[in-house]
């Protein structure tokens, strides 16, 4: 089945680890490597099926090439992921047999932690490999998400409302988690007003007390009559049940895989809705795990992040001349630094 999968073709490397004594069953893909070493998360995941850990990596890690290709990274794109329960499965071995396998590879792709992953996991991966980032030496990158996502919705008021100020703007947040909160930190500093939601009461309290945010149900978030949507919990909460409801001109958060199907970047488009794709505003976090990574300055990572903006504010400049959906010129930015003249 794998040859018949859609993102296969396209990798440069699919390795399948099978590790008997700690159990390690895990698929590593390097996508795209010519920019650099392919840099991505490991996600540990309960999956039903070893097909769909499959189609899951290879998704995830030609979306790793994207995003550290417009991020103006000397990486290229990998993912790997390990099938079993993060909740009841997690062994110091099992890293340590990852990191064998990482260093095996001999460093063409180096992981991270990601979705059902931590840093202590990847200190377990760390005892056999140096081919393993964000540590967590220098803490959490969430807030660097959340300042490229801040700096990416600047662009967008820019380009869509042509103003220069968030003052008065009213954003719908969805999911006041680590990117979320501090970006609902820093739009509310940037005088806008918050609309909230989330399924954690003791965040939505916090929001109401300390940014004045007004709280609405979890389902609600879509029919607010706002100036932004701003996803930052789920994906795929750009499809056809949201996207007549939504009364927002802009569309910036962090969530990763915004749109449930790709023709919905097109739909966006033709309702006036300035979307700004989810690879590009939340790579400030790759963006700090790479400086920390490569022992780059620390005090380059803000200066790098920022540019997110000015890539963001490039990508609705061409779209809008050349009639296009910002999602597919994201993907023509990126292609043209990863993919060889
Ligand atoms: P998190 O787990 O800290 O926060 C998620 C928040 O969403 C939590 O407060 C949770 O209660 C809330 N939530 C869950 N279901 C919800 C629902 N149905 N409606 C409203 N809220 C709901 O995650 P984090 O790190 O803040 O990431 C948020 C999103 O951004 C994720 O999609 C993640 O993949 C993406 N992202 C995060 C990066 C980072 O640096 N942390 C980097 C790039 C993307």
């Known amino acids: 089945f794998v040859f018949n ?11 399948f680890v099978s590790e008997p004594k700690s159990g390690l069953k895990a698929i590593i893909a390097v996508h795209n490597t010519h920019l650099g070493p392919a840099m991505g998360g490991c996600r540990m995941w309960n999956y039903a099926s070893e097909a769909e850990a499959v189609t899951d990596v290879l998704r995830l890690s030609r979306g790793m090439t994207y995003k550290n290709a417009v991020a103006g990274l000397p990486i290229g794109g990998g993912k790997s992921v390990i099938i ?46 140096s081919f393993v980032a964000g540590l967590g030496a220098s803490g959490d990158p969430s807030p660097f998400t ?15 409302l042509k103003r220069d100020s968030m003052e008065g703007l009213i954003v719908a947040l969805q999911g006041l988690g680590h990117v979320g909160y501090d970006y609902a930190r820093r739009l509310h500093a940037a005088g806008a007003k918050l609309v909230v939601a989330d399924i954690d009461q003791a965040a939505l309290e916090r929001a109401r007390r300390e940014l004045g945010a007004e709280v609405v149900p979890v389902d609600s978030i879509y029919d607010v009559q706002a100036d932004i949507y701003a996803p930052c919990a789920l994906g795929a909460t750009l499809n056809p049940n949201t996207l007549g409801r939504l009364k927002a001109k802009i569309v910036a958060g962090a969530a990763n895989n915004q749109l449930a199907t790709a023709d919905i970047g097109e739909a966006l488009r ?29 005090a380059d990572v803000e200066a790098h992040v920022r540019q997110i903006g000015d890539t963001l504010a490039e990508v609705f400049a061409r779209a809008e001349r050349e009639g296009l959906p910002t999602s597919v010129v994201a993907d023509r930015v990126a292609e043209q630094r990863f993919k060889p003249a």
């Open 5 to 15: 999968e859609p993102n296969f073709d396209a990798h440069e490397q699919v390795v």
């Open 84 to 129: 079993g329960n993060p909740k009841t499965d997690k062994t110091p071995a099992l890293f340590e047999a990852l990191g064998e396998a990482l260093e095996r590879l001999g460093g063409r792709y180096v992981t991270a932690e990601d979705v059902g992953t931590s840093p202590a996991d990847m200190a377990h991966v760390a005892q056999k490999t």
């Open 146 to 160: 959340a300042l490229g996502c801040f700096v990416g919705a600047q662009a967008a008021v820019k380009h869509q």
């Open 270 to 298: 033709q309702k006036g809705i300035l979307y700004a794709p989810d690879f590009v505003i939340n790579a400030g976090g790759i963006i700090k795990v790479c400086y920390e990574y490569l022992s780059k300055p620390e």
